[in-house]
């Protein structure tokens, strides 16, 4: 049953890695802009990766079997190229953008702040609010003029 749930989840996370860098930059029309964000808190992988190395010290000492092992060992990779080797970015096409994957149309924003130096705000029509953290000052600029620049 581990080894299933191991399996179910490494497909999940592979698939989704898959989609994100490979599909989604081909999806909806040519991008127009693409833009590097800042990452996200790096302690949480820290602690995943901490209790899967104690996961797998334990099944060591128990007896775990290779091909869990390997799962675990499978999971540390996923977590250390989805926390430290991938690259967040907002991708800015001809009819909405993509932030995380997710597609949202240009008619569903009604308005755009910029908030501290390097932090796009995004209200949406349905009373969302989008935080977009932004890695590069001159990144801000590209993205104000993108939208129409200043008013």
Known sequence: M???ILIIGL???LSYAIYEQVIVPKRNGQTKLAIELQPQAK?????????IGL???QGLQTGIQAFTLFLLGMSVILVVYSSFLRKPKLLLKDRGFFLS???IDYQRISQ????????LVIDLT?????????KHSQDVIKVVNFF???K
């Open 55 to 57: 996961t797998i010290a």
């Open 112 to 119: 755009i702040n910029l908030a501290d130096k390097q932090k």
């Open 148 to 150: 129409g620049g200043y």
């Open 43 to 51: 302690i949480d992988s820290w602690i995943l990766i901490g209790l």
């Open 2 to 4: 581990t080894n299933f």
């Open 126 to 134: 349905n009373g969302r609010r989008l935080f977009i953290p932004i």
């Open 101 to 103: 994957a997710f597609y």
């Open 11 to 13: 497909f999940i996370t």
